[in-house]
């Protein structure tokens, strides 16, 4: 069964942290590349940031940039988003997602992903 489960939502107060981890299963990680999708209420989904097949190109929308790390371990078929300094702002439910490609680049368009996870909850929040 093809799954993408996220984890490691929560609260967390301005300025914190959080590690949010994509766990999949019934399909080869090596062959997709992840990103990582957020929704805030009332608002459109918006693209967060996403690795390619082999890890070796990443990209952020702008707001993200120093402030969210993607990254993945195809060994044990999980991803990653790494959130520091966290803002009110970035409060929203946060998805991964996987993209069957043959090249070894990303791109952040919703469309463009396969699979897609149920997504974990942040609410930043004192």
């Known amino acids: 069964q093809v799954q993408l489960v996220e984890s490691g939502g929560g609260l967390v107060q301005p300025g914190g942290s959080l590690r949010l981890a994509c766990a999949t299963s019934?399909?080869?990680?090596?062959?997709?590349?992840i990103g990582w999708f957020r929704q805030a209420p009332g608002k459109e989904r918006e693209g967060v940031a996403c690795?390619?097949?082999?890890?070796?190109?990443?990209y952020y929308t702008d707001d993200m940039k120093g402030r969210f790390t993607i990254s993945r371990d195809n060994a044990k078929n999980t991803a990653f988003l790494q959130m520091n300094s966290l803002r009110p702002e970035d409060t929203a439910v946060y998805y991964c997602?996987?993209?069957?490609?043959?090249?070894?680049?990303?791109?952040?368009?919703?469309?463009?992903?396969?699979?897609w996870g149920q997504g974990t909850q942040v609410t930043v929040s004192s």
């Open positions: 690795i390619s097949r082999r890890d070796s190109n990443t």
């Open positions: 019934g399909f080869t990680l090596d062959y997709y590349a």
């Open positions: 997602a996987a993209d069957f490609t043959v090249s070894n680049l990303c791109v952040l368009q919703a469309g463009v992903y396969d699979l």
